[in-house]
């Protein structure tokens, strides 16, 4: 198939050989799960149980609320602990709303497994219902609920569903593993999600440093016509959604637009597996694959792990660390996220552990910029990353803005390239957030009025009642008077006539 | 003599004219600036300035009696809308001593006297007559207004803290160049 070029990106050391031969391995019940109600972009879960309860396998947790939420299930059977707040998978190392759950080690679905289903016979309208149910959320690192994607045919007009196995994060080998040893569930996953989305063409996107996976996925797809398995080359951000559309298509996503603005949905291959598992088998999302890789852990391996298993238990089944690492990351190096530590759990958008040497982490001092513009070689996005940091480091973000800010993916290509080891990714993320966190103090402002103006007009009212009541009493009371007055006058009259009549 | 006074006195009651009719079409309704300023202000009267209201701040801010970060409520980022709309520079980095916070009530300690529901500028407050009182932290500004009628002192006032939604990366560090 013809592939089109895409602008800039880097070729990192892919380091992905330490676990691309490791079979997947079931990780045992850890002795406590800490399941966190926030595990998706959106608004965080609503927690129906309490500390005490026993609950089965796959029972609901929180439900979701509002659009764009997920649910959680309980990843196996056992007791709720605790319902509070416990670390974040997060590199702020604050603290989530988080259900705690012992495991009863019996693993109990309650009544036998849920009954199976035929997915082609439902309508498409309750797939997206039933894979919201099941708790699916982007599970490529996003997090973004896959759900509303599947909806999106109410409001585009779609024609193909890609399927993003491009896996370029170095040392990441989860969704390699994934597609070799169970390509044709990943298959049958990406079958239904296109009839959900009512799209004619598939295309499935692995980059060729993946022979193995290919091979598989052409073999599991053989009899689909529709489907269409496309190698792309080996270049970092290719799994980057805006990109991998682009070079498979040539179509270029607007800015700040979605991939659905050109007729075409994104998911994940994990998150294809998921589906596969909810909608054949009715299971919500329980577990995950996770790569444990890096310089400083022992015995490097893919594992299939619980939603909530403390990090610590993965890297303790991978023999533990040979040294102290540098740098604990969750996800891949170049845009994953440094973890607080080892106690948090891992999440439906957790696919690596990775801890790094300090020969590996490349931690150097930052120095002053030279100009020479190999940041503005290597951006996927078309931006002048150099001037952009400028204008951050200077205070002005609006200037930031102006150079394209709001479309940096934070891929970190410009980092990687740069030859005086300059924080720009860093540059970019605080930009964003102080940028957002401005909005956020702004709304507030504009609320604080709106709620001001309304008491006004409330007191004013109360006011305005109070008056007229007083006036009606008023006006009442005369009108007693003047009665009063009246009868005594007719009294008076009356009294006056008899003495005159006697 | 006579023309020479005819002209001066035509000359000074057409000038009386002009200017008499100037003031009526160009009348200034008090300083366009100060109403601007105002529709800035967050509106809630809170008198965390100093001043009694949002419409007095606005115009000591206007005549440069007070500076551009008088407002505590609105923070930096107010500070920095009004700065440039003054075209005044401003150094912000002091600016946000005050760590914004919230209201809330002991409840062991409520005796339902409405005092501070009364008060409060944003209608943040709900409760009744012997009732417990509640603040709804979202529409809570930190005014201190309850803070300081409740008679048993049950309410205390509680920084804002980060959550994992609202934090953000600080910017790197560099030695200087």
Same mark, same amino acid.
């Given at each position: 198939?013809?592939?089109?070029?895409?602008?800039?990106?880097?070729?990192?050391?892919?380091?992905?050989?330490?676990?691309?031969?490791? =079979?997947?391995? *079931?990780?045992?019940?850890?002795?406590?799960?800490?399941?966190?109600?926030?595990?998706?972009?959106?608004?965080?879960?609503?927690?129906?149980?309490?500390?005490?309860?026993?609950?089965?396998?796959?029972?609901?947790?929180?439900?979701?609320?509002?659009?764009?939420?997920?649910?959680?299930?309980?990843?196996?059977?056992?007791?709720?602990?605790?319902?509070?707040?416990?670390? =974040?998978?997060?590199?702020?190392?604050?603290?989530?709303?988080?259900?705690?759950?012992?495991? $009863?080690?019996?693993?109990?679905?309650? %009544?036998?497994?849920?009954?199976?289903?035929?997915?082609?016979?439902?309508?498409?309208?309750?797939?997206?219902?039933?894979?919201?149910?099941?708790?699916?959320?982007?599970?490529?690192?996003?997090?973004?609920?896959?759900?509303?994607?599947?909806?999106?045919?109410?409001?585009?007009?779609?024609?193909?569903?890609?399927?993003?196995?491009?896996?370029?994060?170095?040392?990441?080998?989860?969704?390699?593993?994934?597609?070799?040893?169970?390509?044709?569930?990943?298959? $049958?996953?990406?079958?239904?999600?296109?009839?959900?989305?009512?799209?004619?063409?598939?295309?499935?996107?692995?980059?060729?440093?993946?022979?193995?996976?290919?091979?598989?996925?052409?073999? /599991? /797809?053989?009899?689909?016509?529709?489907?269409?398995?496309?190698?792309?080359?080996?270049?970092?951000?290719?799994?980057?959604?805006?990109?991998?559309?682009?070079?498979?298509?040539?179509?270029?996503?607007?800015?700040?637009?979605?991939?659905?603005?050109?007729?075409?949905?994104?998911?994940?291959?994990?998150?294809?597996?998921?589906?596969?598992?909810?909608?054949?088998?009715?299971?919500?999302?329980?577990?995950?694959?996770?790569?444990?890789?890096?310089?400083?852990?022992?015995?490097?391996?893919?594992?299939?792990?619980?939603?909530?298993?403390?990090?610590?238990?993965?890297?303790?089944?991978?023999?533990?660390?040979?040294?102290?690492?540098?740098?604990?990351?969750?996800?891949?190096?170049?845009?994953?996220?440094?973890?607080?530590?080892?106690?948090?759990?891992?999440?439906?958008?957790?696919?690596?552990?990775?801890?790094?040497?300090?020969?590996?982490?490349?931690?150097?001092?930052?120095?002053?910029?030279?100009?020479?513009?190999?940041?503005?070689?290597?951006?996927?996005?078309?931006?002048?990353?150099? %001037?952009?940091?400028?204008?951050?480091?200077?205070? *002005?973000?609006?200037?930031?803005?102006?150079?394209?800010?709001?479309?940096?993916?934070?891929?970190?290509?410009?980092?990687?390239?740069?030859?005086?080891?300059?924080?720009?990714?860093?540059?970019?993320?605080? =930009?964003?957030?102080?940028?957002?966190?401005?909005?956020?103090?702004?709304?507030?402002?504009?609320?604080?009025?709106?709620?001001? %103006?309304?008491?006004?007009?409330?007191?004013?009212?109360?006011?305005? &009642?109070?008056?007229?009541?007083?006036?009606?009493?008023?006006?009442?009371? /005369?009108?007693?008077?003047?009665?009063?007055?009246?009868?005594?006058?007719?009294? $008076?009259?009356?009294?006056?006539?008899?003495?005159?009549?006697? | @003599?006579? &023309?020479?006074?005819?002209?001066?006195? =035509?000359?000074?009651?057409?000038?009386?004219?002009?200017?008499?009719?100037?003031?009526?079409?160009?009348?200034?309704?008090?300083?366009?600036?100060? &109403?601007?300023?105002?529709?800035?202000?967050?509106?809630?009267?809170?008198?965390?300035?100093?001043?009694?209201?949002?419409?007095?701040?606005?115009?000591?801010?206007?005549?440069?009696?007070?500076?551009?970060?008088?407002?505590?409520?609105?923070?930096?980022?107010?500070?920095?809308?009004?700065?440039?709309?003054?075209?005044?520079?401003?150094?912000?980095?002091?600016?946000?001593?005050?760590?914004?916070?919230?209201?809330?009530?002991?409840?062991?300690?409520?005796?339902?006297?409405?005092?501070?529901?009364?008060?409060?500028?944003?209608?943040?407050?709900?409760?009744?007559?012997?009732?417990?009182?509640?603040?709804?932290?979202?529409?809570?500004?930190?005014?201190?207004?309850?803070?300081?009628?409740?008679?048993?002192?049950?309410?205390? @006032?509680?920084?804002?803290?980060?959550?994992?939604?609202?934090?953000?990366?600080?910017?790197?560090?560099?030695?200087?160049?």
């Amino acid at each position: 198939m013809k592939l089109f070029r895409i602008k800039g990106g880097v070729h990192p050391d892919g380091n992905k050989g330490r676990t691309a031969h490791a =079979a997947i391995e *079931d990780l045992p019940l850890p002795a406590l799960l800490h399941i966190p109600l926030q595990q998706h972009i959106g608004s965080p879960a609503a927690p129906v149980v309490r500390r005490g309860d026993q609950v089965l396998k796959g029972q609901l947790l929180a439900h979701s609320q509002g659009m764009i939420s997920a649910p959680v299930h309980a990843p196996t059977s056992g007791r709720i602990v605790g319902v509070g707040n416990y670390p =974040a998978h997060h590199p702020s190392g604050l603290s989530v709303h988080t259900i705690t759950l012992q495991p $009863d080690g019996a693993d109990n679905w309650g %009544e036998g497994e849920p009954p199976r289903t035929d997915p082609f016979t439902l309508a498409p309208e309750e797939i997206a219902t039933r894979v919201a149910a099941a708790g699916i959320v982007g599970m490529g690192g996003a997090t973004f609920p896959s759900a509303v994607k599947l909806n999106l045919r109410t409001r585009y007009s779609l024609d193909t569903l890609v399927i993003n196995g491009a896996e370029c994060e170095p040392y990441l080998t989860c969704d390699d593993r994934l597609m070799r040893e169970q390509g044709v569930a990943v298959i $049958d996953g990406i079958r239904i999600m296109a009839y959900a989305l009512g799209v004619g063409r598939i295309v499935i996107g692995i980059e060729n440093n993946k022979p193995e996976a290919q091979a598989a996925m052409r073999a /599991a /797809a053989k009899e689909f016509p529709e489907i269409e398995v496309a190698g792309l080359p080996a270049r970092y951000p290719m799994g980057s959604e805006k990109h991998l559309v682009q070079t498979l298509t040539g179509v270029e996503t607007p800015a700040r637009g979605l991939t659905a603005d050109i007729g075409v949905v994104v998911h994940n291959v994990a998150t294809a597996y998921a589906v596969h598992d909810a909608l054949r088998y009715g299971r919500p999302l329980l577990s995950r694959v996770v790569t444990v890789s890096g310089g400083a852990v022992r015995l490097p391996k893919n594992l299939r792990v619980l939603i909530g298993t403390p990090v610590e238990d993965l890297i303790s089944y991978c023999g533990g660390l040979s040294e102290s690492p540098a740098r604990l990351i969750s996800g891949g190096p170049m845009m994953g996220q440094p973890l607080p530590g080892t106690r948090v759990p891992v999440i439906k958008g957790s696919n690596g552990v990775l801890a790094l040497t300090e020969r590996e982490a490349a931690n150097e001092e930052s120095m002053p910029c030279i100009r020479c513009a190999s940041c503005v070689k290597a951006c996927p996005c078309g931006l002048v990353p150099l %001037e952009m940091a400028n204008y951050i480091r200077s205070g *002005d973000l609006e200037g930031a803005v102006g150079y394209g800010l709001m479309d940096c993916i934070s891929c970190g290509s410009c980092a990687f390239v740069c030859p005086s080891n300059i924080r720009l990714v860093q540059f970019f993320n605080y =930009a964003k957030g102080e940028l957002t966190a401005r909005q956020r103090a702004e709304h507030q402002q504009n609320e604080t009025r709106r709620l001001a %103006e309304a008491r006004t007009i409330r007191l004013e009212r109360q006011e305005q &009642a109070k008056r007229e009541a007083m006036a009606r009493r008023k006006k009442a009371q /005369a009108e007693a008077k003047k009665a009063k007055e009246q009868a005594e006058k007719a009294r $008076d009259a009356a009294q006056q006539s008899v003495r005159t009549g006697s | @003599m006579f &023309a020479a006074l005819m002209s001066l006195m =035509a000359l000074g009651l057409a000038l009386g004219v002009l200017l008499g009719v100037a003031a009526r079409v160009f009348k200034v309704e008090g300083n366009p600036l100060e &109403a601007e300023i105002e529709a800035m202000l967050p509106g809630s009267q809170c008198g965390q300035c100093g001043f009694p209201g949002c419409a007095p701040a606005a115009s000591a801010v206007a005549n440069g009696k007070a500076p551009v970060t008088l407002c505590p409520p609105g923070g930096r980022t107010l500070a920095q809308s009004l700065a440039n709309k003054l075209g005044v520079t401003v150094d912000l980095s002091g600016v946000e001593d005050q760590a914004p916070t919230y209201a809330h009530i002991r409840e062991g300690l409520c005796i339902g006297c409405t005092k501070c529901f009364k008060r409060c500028p944003t209608d943040a407050i709900m409760g009744a007559h012997e009732q417990i009182h509640v603040v709804f932290r979202d529409a809570c500004t930190g005014c201190e207004k309850c803070f300081e009628v409740c008679p048993t002192e049950c309410i205390e @006032m509680r920084p804002v803290e980060a959550t994992a939604q609202t934090w953000y990366w600080s910017k790197p560090m560099e030695a200087s160049s």
